[in-house]
């Protein structure tokens, strides 16, 4: 898995101070796409072992890790993002995980991530659909907040 950026500062992206990390590669390249230069999976750098450290190491003093792209849930970055998810929750247990994705979350939801995710942000970015609901780019995605016996969609 490649990643272009991560911001160890992030109020935007997700509830609180949030450390956010960019992964490359996308396959929805949606029009008017604000990270275009997240779709090429090969772009931007590797994101190593140490670089996943670094980054966990910068959660510390965070409310929560947000991973967005490209999409995190490209088929070439499932088993990072899950590796990623994963030592985050055992280093971080009472902070969550925000992740936004162009998939549907009907179409993601059998992933394994998902058991580590807390909030996913789903659906394409849709320009000609402007929305003012925080956190997402267009009208059509929905916020879904996971961890109880029902996903609740808003």
Known sequence: MNYERYYTCDLVNGEGVRVSLFVTGCLHACEGCHNRST?????????TAAAREALLE???DR???????GDPLHPANRDEILALCRLFKQRYPDKNIWLWTGYLFEEVRSLPVMQYLDVVIDGRYRR??????PWRGSDNQRLIRLG???PVIG
């Open 128 to 133: 000609d659909l402007p929305t003012s609901k």
């Open 39 to 47: 779709w090429d999976r090969k772009a931007g750098r590797p994101f």
């Open 58 to 60: 910068r959660c510390a």
């Open 63 to 69: 409310d929560g890790l947000s991973l967005s792209g």
């Open 148 to 150: 109880g016996p029902v």
